[in-house]
């Protein structure tokens, strides 16, 4: 049994508080039952796995551990308040695995990607329960992968890792890149940039936005700066009724994605909208019956 | 200059932190210039506001407090440390008012509702950071309501306010009802009570909703009861790929909600899609050129 001051320990309070620590180590800590299991499930580097004496009350949580050993992964138990010095959470989790880096490089992402699938781009999106609700969504959605730029929280810290309630290994994830470098490799890729702005933009329901988008996120008090804007090829708003001035960054980001994943199920029905015609004139209109990608979008 | 022990600031504590002092007293606590500015704006019964002395230094929080005071509300200042001690979150909002609650009864909300507005019902969503994000959703989505059954957080509660954004003043909310209490008067208003499920409902884009849709959510882990499940009108699921398991409740709860707000807004266009038959059978298939209700949804 570990205790406070054990090496072992000592490290995994730094992996859950520092960034600094997380890049320089290429790991990071995945806390709880849930997470961990996707992890093991998805076949990620999990490093070790430690448990406290509370496993044994907690469901699942020694499965977890014992579904790890069997892995072969090292396993160790901590002292009784051990877990509470080291974990984030305000209810500490009784497991919890270090696991190596998941981030892919960009081109790798793009490169596998689905046909159909949206890429997510964050920039400057500051909080991590945020981005980890996004890295959620964006697998939910069907996207092809997350890309953090410039300012974002890191995807690694604890309460990323929390929000996107095992996510994170199922969708890729690139990290530490700029997002002018990405807006090159994406328009060189043929991708679509498309930014979600809170106003002025094209309604995003009526907007034809083609079969390789790539769905720009900015900050959650400044959005997107004007430079950036200015390089993207579209904007979108989610229009607002009542008194509401934005969503939250990680609700537009499920409302543009999973109309996304609409049209792609269903066919573009209902995507030129309000264009004045009546609704039966939608190219390629093709309704397929579920499930069933449709190749066939119109590009504008 | 209040003390940590005026019985104003002692009030103030309860109202933070006891659902039972809020609803004895008939008053919660808005935190912040975003939030406290709305209840302003929407002329809420603000009681009192209340500020620290760094609100010199917040933007718009001296403005917020004069706006208050012009309009007859009574302003004090607290002590250097007192609002620490008050505030619940980590980051201590330099202004805050005392609000008397700003819910109404279900059939004046429903005697309200604009045609077409959906209704958004919550069933033992537990999170009060959830509910209150649903409650910004509703109102971004031009939802007639949000109603909280049976064992939700409180909406007042001072996670749930913050959450809401300043929705909360703008959406007429209903509390402390019963479940079936409010289906049956939803069913006698002509309300569709549509459970949104994780899984095996019909999926949400391609089903038929009509144009009285009351939005049923369930617990963040247990969903919706099955006694409750059956005594409603359909489910409706979002189709998930990847290996995602759920959505959060409240980024479900915007997917389908605006899904609802774009085929009021821009026609069915879509909403028949999944039947097999060409994109252009709408019913009713008339596409409205933008912000211009549709009356005419089909109902089934």
Redo the contacts between chains.
Sequence with gaps: MLGPRHQRVQRLRRLVRQRTTRRSDGAFVAEGVKVLG?AL??RAPVEAVYYSSEAAGAPGALDVVERAREGGVRVFALQRGVVERVADAVSPQPVLGVVGNVDRPLREVLARAPSGAPLVVCVDVRDPGNLG?IV??A????ACGVVCCDTCADVFNPKAVRAS???L???PVVVDVGAADVLRVLRDAGYRCVAAVAHGGE?Y??AELGDRVALVLGNEAHGLDDVLLAALDARVS???????????V??AA??VS??L???H??????????????????PG???????EPSADEPVR
Excluded at 139 to 142: C, I, K, L, Q, S
């Design positions: 996707a499930d998805a609700a959620r969504v697998d939910a959605a069907g309630a095992g996510s290994f199922h969708v309604d329901a009526a989610i229009p607002m009724a009542g008194g509401a001035e934005s969503l939250n990680a609700i499920a409302v999973f109309e994943a609409r049209r199920r269903l066919g573009p029905g209902g995507s030129d909208a309000g264009t004045g015609g009546p609704a039966g004139g939608a209109g093709v309704v397929r019956s579920g499930g």
